[in-house]
């Protein structure tokens, strides 16, 4: 058993889910399980969902990750965010994913490669980076329904929902407009977590929810009625005294002070620590906070402690709080990214436990 270990508390998760479906009471939320589960382990997620919370729509970015759902034996809808490139409509179809269609192309390629027949249109409503122009709209639905296509639904995607209100209502108008200029009524979806926590969007057909699921602050400051889901525990596998001045790690960018206590940690970058944190990272410990010294390297990391330690003790390498230095959210702040980045780094050589109760 590797002495390093995520635990997700998907108990957690489903209260999360619950809050997030309450705030949009209207609508049908479609669980957004992309990257793994933002690293928490896309098929328990979706599985834990489905079966405790009723939850009977995912949504996941690539084909591979849809494949693994199907291949677990989730049969619900899989919408695929992000635009379908042709290359990959014959692995959308035969997996019975459902792609977002934004260019002819992609859906000439969908069509064709059978038996892949339900898609969904998305509307750039102004972020520049996935959907049809507003006015195209209505020619481009018309023809993806000319190829034998069901238009399941029609989405759009928020480009600031956690910091400009104003703006996002502004994006919302744009979709709505373009929505109702269509010969008919088809469902339609926006709100991510950070508009349903602000509540906008949340009164159409569905919402998205992705890192506000996992209990992470959308706008990385606070969230209420949010509960952690993940921490991310490790023993050491060494602690030895350095005698002063002795170089720790590649490039000794570390020397110890004086004599020092370092504790060697079986993780590294390639778990998803970023080599940012060398020599400035945090690790907890004894409810205390250990320093990382010296560099992060693939597969360890060193941190320096006051006194010896056994290798049966639990380090904290992730906290399930918004702790500045040890939680997901505080380390982003502090390498100057988001949490997002951090928790879809989490490795899946990592062993994941799960707690299901409580
Ligand atoms: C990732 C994603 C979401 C979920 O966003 P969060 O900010 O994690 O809630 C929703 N919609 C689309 C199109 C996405 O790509």
Redesign the pocket.
């Known amino acids: 058993m590797r002495p390093t270990w995520l635990e997700i508390d998907l108990a957690a998760l489903g209260r999360n889910y619950a809050h997030l479906a309450g705030r949009a009471s209207g609508a049908e939320v479609?669980a957004?399980v992309?990257a793994n589960a933002?690293g928490h382990g896309a098929v328990r997620v979706a599985r834990y969902l489905r079966e405790h919370r009723g939850t009977r729509r995912f949504?996941v970015?690539t084909t591979g990750e849809g494949a693994e759902l199907r291949k677990a034996g989730i049969a619900e809808p899989v919408l695929l965010?992000?635009a379908l490139h042709p290359d990959d409509a014959g692995d959308a179809a035969q997996h019975d994913l459902t792609p977002?269609l934004v260019t002819l192309e992609a859906a000439r390629a969908f069509a064709a490669a059978r038996p892949g027949r339900r898609a969904q249109v998305?509307v750039d409503s102004g972020m520049g980076r996935?959907g049809v122009p507003p006015a195209e709209l209505d020619g481009f639905v018309a023809a993806v329904e000319g190829l034998g296509l069901e238009v399941e639904a029609i989405?759009t995607?928020f480009a600031v929902?956690?910091e400009d209100e104003g703006e996002t209502r502004r994006q919302l108008a744009v979709f709505l407009e373009a929505a109702r200029a269509l010969p008919r009524r088809y469902p339609l979806h926006a709100?991510?977590?950070?508009a349903?926590l602000a509540g906008l969007g949340t009164e159409l057909d569905f919402v998205?929810?992705?890192?506000?699921?996992y209990g992470l602050p959308?706008d990385m400051q606070e969230a209420p009625g949010l509960e952690p889901v993940l921490a991310w525990k490790a023993r050491p596998t060494l602690a030895k005294r350095l005698p002063a001045g002795h170089g720790v790690g590649y490039g000794l960018t570390y020397r110890a002070g004086g004599e020092e206590w370092i504790a060697t940690l079986p993780f590294g970058y390639a778990d998803g620590f970023s080599r940012a944190l060398s020599n400035r990272g945090w690790v907890r410990w004894r409810g205390g906070y250990a320093p990382v010294v010296g560099r992060v390297s693939m597969d360890q990391t060193t941190v320096r402690l006051p006194e010896p330690v056994g290798l049966d003790e639990v380090f904290e390498v992730v906290t399930p709080d918004l702790d500045e230095r040890t939680s997901l959210t505080g380390r982003a702040r502090a390498l100057d990214t988001i949490h997002?980045e951090l928790a879809t780094a989490l490795s899946p050589r990592l062993p994941r436990r799960y707690r299901e109760e409580g």
């Open positions: 479609i957004v992309k933002y949504a970015a965010l992000g977002t998305k996935v989405y995607h929902a956690d709100a991510n977590s950070a349903i998205r929810p992705g890192v506000a699921l959308p997002y």
